[in-house]
């Protein structure tokens, strides 16, 4: 947020004509917030000034025929607002919701707290994940979720038997989020870590979730797969469908045990083996 002469504001991009594909892209920089104006109209805001500048520079390079437009939004508590109209949303038999609309009849219900910087559950590659889940036997096995943001998987996992979850993140600011909502839901038991994959000692286990980029799979691709114990198994989204030929390639010889797919948006659970 910037201090101007006018009160606070939030540095945004105006764009046009907005699609699935840019809001992939938007995950390489640091968006606080996306108002979908129009069906194909976004208002999308960032932390700060140099991140939004950094946008308008490098985005036109991947999108051509996008036209931005800088812009410096008035704070107004638009952020508060928005939030405050989040509702719960049923995946399976789990239900997420903001502290303000949890269900009160009996289901699996977890409390997140909606926040600028990290996931609701709202997100198709969340509610993939969480499906997913849903499908395997968790009972006394060990989960960890990289990237963890809310930590929503990682809650979600140790409520449905997990003997031991852990979500790590390189951002201090997604573990903080993600120790609030856990401090929301005391029944479920999760290890919190700021930590970089890449170097983190966590051991091996059985379910290893990584809902981040394409992009980011691929590079990631050889440490995710350390990270699995014998006949464990790999849980991947945040890859696009236009990505998924690539992102596979780089999990030979692992094959796909589950595939799901929302708007474009793709999860697959894999398990060591030749690929289907």
């Known amino acids: 947020m910037n201090e101007t002469a006018s009160g606070r504001s939030w540095p945004a991009l105006d ?19 996306v108002h979908e104006r129009a069906a194909d109209e976004w208002r999308i805001y960032f932390s700060t000034v ?4 950094r946008a308008a520079a490098t985005l036109p390079a991947e999108f051509p025929d996008l036209a931005i ?21 049923r995946v399976g038999n789990i239900v997420v919701a903001p502290p303000w609309d949890v269900p009160a009849e009996d289901s699996l219900a977890i409390i997140i707290q909606p ?7 709202h997100h198709a590659t969340t509610r993939l994940c969480l499906a997913a889940l849903q ?3 968790l009972g006394g096995r060990t989960v960890i979720d990289v990237g ?3 930590g929503v998987l990682a809650i979600a996992a140790s409520l449905l038997g997990a003997g031991r979850a852990v979500g790590i993140d390189d951002d201090a600011d997604a573990i903080n989020a993600a120790e609030e909502n856990l401090g929301l839901n005391p029944q479920a038991e999760v290890n919190l870590l700021v930590a970089d994959m890449r ?15 394409g992009g980011l799979l691929i590079s990631a691709a050889r440490r995710l797969q350390d990270m699995v114990a014998e006949g464990g198994r790999l849980i991947l989204s945040g890859l696009m469908s236009a990505e998924e030929h690539d992102v596979l390639a780089a999990f030979t010889p692992w094959r796909m045990e589950d ?9 697959v659970t894999l398990r060591l083996g030749e690929m289907s």
């Open 135 to 137: 499908r395997l036997e």
């Open 50 to 53: 140099a991140e939004r500048d």
């Open 15 to 33: 764009v046009h004509p907005a699609s699935e594909s840019l809001q992939a892209a938007l995950l390489d920089y640091d968006v606080t917030a």
């Open 115 to 121: 926040s600028m910087g990290f996931g609701t559950g």
């Open 69 to 89: 437009r800088p812009a410096d939004i008035p704070d107004e508590n638009w952020a508060a607002r928005s939030q405050a109209s989040l509702h719960a949303i």
């Open 148 to 150: 963890t943001g809310s």
């Open 199 to 213: 170097y983190a000692d966590l051991g091996a286990a059985d379910i290893v979730m990584a809902n981040l980029t």
């Open 259 to 267: 595939r799901s797919e929302e708007d474009e948006w793709i999860c």
